[in-house]
């Protein structure tokens, strides 16, 4: 596999999820998301797997949490529309904590706004797109190369927390076809679907859990009797209406991934040593800023960029190091202004946080970044 | 580094072009990326998609200014030739654009009139396209192309697909002596 050949971004992440176990897609298909269906679809069958294209997106991910409680891998691709209606399910398999992916490959909203077109504008709806007090974990990639690594990390990290995992792509990564040379087999790192450790007559609980606050509930099938519910329940996994119990789940739910936050909050400091401005980017977007990033540099500005990999939970710390050393960060997204608030928020006023918002359906041009980044240095003088 | 779009409409190929040319870059050891743009509809709306071929590492993923571009159709001639680089060459199918734009280094093939004529369909206008392209560019070895061609198309049309692509490359061969 280490010969290099063009790839496609969408087609990156089926590769990836297969190499991390995936057994079982539901999916239905929507621009810019489809080739992720296409590609599972011919390659599940050859794994052993299976592929279902469901009536729509809301079964489709009722499907995948269905064959990930029986012990398949499962992953279901999507973009904005697709995306809305399968919040519900990802809040019940945040509460009922099932390991799942859901990819959104970002397109213009809202509503069926512009189908193919980039944007980035689901930053927020990945995050809080659920309702309740749910924890949340979102990547994005910025290269071919990454989203086969990222589809291998949502499904590890799936597996890891119990959780239902976002892999936040946009339709100029999804789409685009660039030079990769994939890892060996034996480099890649996949974790398994966590087993009981307990047998029912030495009293297994389905939520009870260990250190890493992340119960080991039992696949359904497998000799033990286990109770699924979107109400709060307690370790037997049966509903309690006691508020300790409320109080303690909730809090679980957040600390499972909070205490392990350095296995799941990533970010790339790029030219940021000596760097007096920044750029915060992230996905597709950041290719263009990085661009930028060095056009600025060619012409004497000490700037660098700081990619967010991770985008839920929020890699406040790493933003606000950045912020205390630099006189300026630029933000640009393609959305009215999404992850601008978190950066602020972030950077505690260390310095100003500008946006640059661009939701015409294209992409930034390297120049556009460019003139915010001297704007923002003539800014300072 | 070289930057080429491929545009016409949806059903014509010119994705697939773009695609089949990015292959044969990266088979020759270079690093190369391929966008593309198309409407909602699959076939009849406009479609567009670019190459960037570079011995460097290549971030923003679209074409700038252009040093080819390929038109199929009056509407993506119209659309796509404005930002082509001064020493540019833009490739028209002359018979579906009737109307060159004004841009000095214009190449007019009947690429689509030699799909059907020489090769007998429509259908692999593409690749006539594709080889013309090989031509004109140099930005890729023949050799290479024909064998990324060969390994993506179905196996009955192989034989049918390198008459296509020698036929494009000669027809630009012609004209460019």
């Known amino acids: 596999m280490s010969k290099a050949t063009l790839m496609q971004g969408n087609e990156a992440v089926a590769l990836g999820a297969i190499e991390a176990g995936v057994r079982f897609f539901g999916g239905y298909p929507i621009t810019p998301s489809t080739e992720i269906a296409e590609k599972m679809a011919e390659l599940l069958p050859e794994v052993g797997g299976r592929f279902v294209q469901m009536e729509d997106e809301i079964a489709s991910v009722g499907a995948v949490l269905g064959a990930s409680l029986a012990g398949a891998k499962a992953l279901t691709a999507t973009s904005g529309p697709g995306f809305s209606l ?6 019940y398999a945040s509460e009922a904590e099932i390991p799942a992916v859901i990819v959104d490959v970002q397109r213009v909203g809202p509503a069926t706004g512009q189908p193919t077109s980039p944007a980035q504008g689901d930053v927020m709806q990945a995050r809080w797109g659920t309702h309740g007090d749910h924890p949340m974990i979102a990547i994005s990639p910025w290269t071919v190369r990454e989203c086969f690594d990222m589809g291998i990390e949502a ?5 890891r927390f119990r959780q239902p995992v976002i892999l936040l792509m946009d339709e100029i990564v999804g789409h685009l076809r660039e030079r990769v040379e994939l890892p060996e087999k034996e480099d890649i790192v996949v974790y398994p679907r966590r087993k009981p450790k307990k047998t ?3 009293g297994y609980q389905p939520y009870a859990v260990g250190d890493d606050l992340v119960p080991d509930i039992a696949d359904f099938g497998t000799g033990y009797r286990i109770h699924v519910t979107g109400l709060i329940h307690d370790e037997t996994g049966f509903p309690s209406g006691s508020p300790a119990v409320t109080r303690k789940a909730i809090d679980r739910l957040h600390q499972k991934i909070m205490i392990a936050k350095d296995e799941v909050v990533k970010t790339e400091s790029l030219l940021l040593d000596d760097a007096e401005y920044a750029v915060v980017a992230f996905g597709g977007t950041a290719r263009t800023a990085y661009q930028a990033v060095l056009d600025a540099r060619r012409k004497g500005v000490k700037i660098g960029m700081l990619r967010l990999r991770t985008i839920w939970p929020f890699a406040a710390e790493a933003v606000y190091e950045v912020a205390r050393k630099v006189k300026g960060i630029l933000v640009p997204e393609l959305n009215y202004g999404q992850l601008v608030g978190e950066i602020e928020r972030a950077a505690k006023g260390a310095c100003p946080v500008e946006l640059l918002a661009k939701y015409n359906a294209e992409i930034f041009t390297p120049a556009e970044i460019e003139e915010a980044i001297m704007a923002m240095v003539g800014g300072n003088k | ?6 545009s016409g409409s949806g059903g014509q190929g010119v994705i697939t072009c773009a695609i089949i040319l990015a292959q044969a870059a990266v088979a020759e050891g270079k690093n190369a990326i391929q966008s593309q743009a198309y409407g909602p509809a699959a076939r009849g709306g406009s479609s567009k998609a670019e ?4 011995d460097d590492a290549i971030y923003h993923p679209h074409v700038e200014a252009p040093d080819f571009v390929l038109a199929m159709t009056q509407e993506a001639a119209d659309k796509y030739w404005h930002d082509l680089k001064d020493d540019g060459i833009l490739l028209l199918d002359e018979n579906l654009v009737p109307n060159p734009p004004a841009f000095a280094k214009t190449i007019r093939i009947p690429i689509t009139h030699i799909a059907v004529s ?10 006539v396209a594709l080889g013309a392209t090989v031509r004109i560019t140099g930005a890729v070895s023949y050799d290479v192309v024909a064998k990324c061609v060969a390994d993506r198309v179905p196996p009955a049309t192989v034989e049918s697909n390198m008459k296509a692509l020698k036929a494009g490359y000669d027809a630009a061969d012609a004209l460019m002596k």
Do not use: P
Not at chain 1, 86 to 91: D, P, V
Not at chain 2, 1 to 6: N, Y
Not at chain 2, 118 to 127: E, P, R, S
């Open chain 1, 86 to 91: 399968k919040q519900e399910l990802i809040g």
């Open chain 1, 155 to 159: 499904v590890n990290l799936a597996e």
């Open chain 1, 200 to 202: 029912r007559e030495e």
């Open chain 2, 1 to 6: 580094m070289s930057e080429m779009r491929f």
């Open chain 2, 51 to 54: 190459v960037i071929i570079s």
């Open chain 2, 118 to 127: 020489d090769i007998g369909k429509a259908l692999f206008a593409n690749i």
